[in-house]
């Protein structure tokens, strides 16, 4: 089957712009995780989706990044009035349920001028 | 070495030699690492796993050892091709975060170069 899915691959805008960054994770994974991975730098956990539960959004930087994820599948990472630092590539993972093995996705590069 | 990082940022290694890539946790009481491979402007690629109840595991050409008493990962690549040229990243579970779920710690990670 397909793997994970993202969109768009890249992605420019300018400061004070907002954006969405979709993900498709793989048919059937219950677990979906967001990351941040800036250059040069190591995966920063952004967010965490199991099943209906209530998400885990400890690791997002600030109140202007938010997620959801519609009828236990796709996931949309919205970022409102984008700064330059959130410059990074933003990487989607599923798993088939916590604690397991993470598939990530293509990332999308965001830059923000 | 930092928390979950990597005692060598980079490593260079000739065709056919053998790699090891190391790397220092500092959960105690992590109960589950996995190694990674990234490619040039692709994601994450999962090589091997780990749980905390064994100290060696091996895959094809590669092999994971954790020692839990100094809290080291390895892993060997043996035989290592051009192809396996890439950074790689050690991760710990570091379990329940604030919101309940459990998460992944990555390194800063490894590239390595392999010379033909």
């Known amino acids: 089957g397909a793997g994970v899915s993202q969109s768009p691959s890249n992605k420019v805008t300018e400061k004070g712009k907002d954006v969405e960054l979709r993900c498709d994770p793989i048919s059937g994974h219950t677990a979906l995780y967001w990351y941040r991975q800036s250059l040069g730098q190591g995966l920063e956990f952004l967010i965490y989706f199991q099943g209906n539960s209530a998400p885990d959004k400890s690791g997002l930087p600030s109140d202007r990044f938010s997620a959801e994820r519609t009828g236990g599948s796709v996931s949309t990472l919205t970022i409102q009035r984008t700064q330059q630092e959130d410059s990074a590539v933003y990487l989607c993972?599923?798993?088939?349920?916590?604690?397991?093995?993470?598939?990530f996705g293509p990332g999308t590069r965001l830059t923000v001028l | 070495g930092e928390s979950v990082g990597l005692h060598l940022p980079t490593l260079s290694v000739q065709e056919g030699d053998n790699s090891i890539i190391n790397c220092a946790y500092s959960n105690s009481a992590s109960d589950y690492f996995i190694w990674y491979k990234q490619e040039s402007g692709k994601g994450p690629q999962f090589i091997i796993d780990i749980r905390s109840n064994m100290d060696k595991r091996q895959g094809q050409r590669v092999t994971v050892l954790l020692n839990k008493t100094v809290k080291h990962l390895s892993l060997q690549i043996a035989a290592t091709q051009p192809g396996d040229s890439a950074v790689y990243f050690c991760?710990?579970?570091?379990?329940?975060?604030?919101?309940?779920?459990?998460?992944?710690?990555f390194g800063k990670g490894t590239k390595l170069t392999v010379n033909p």
């Open positions: 991760a710990e579970n570091w379990g329940p975060t604030q919101g309940g779920s459990e998460k992944l710690v």
């Open positions: 993972a599923s798993s088939r349920r916590q604690g397991y093995e993470q598939f």
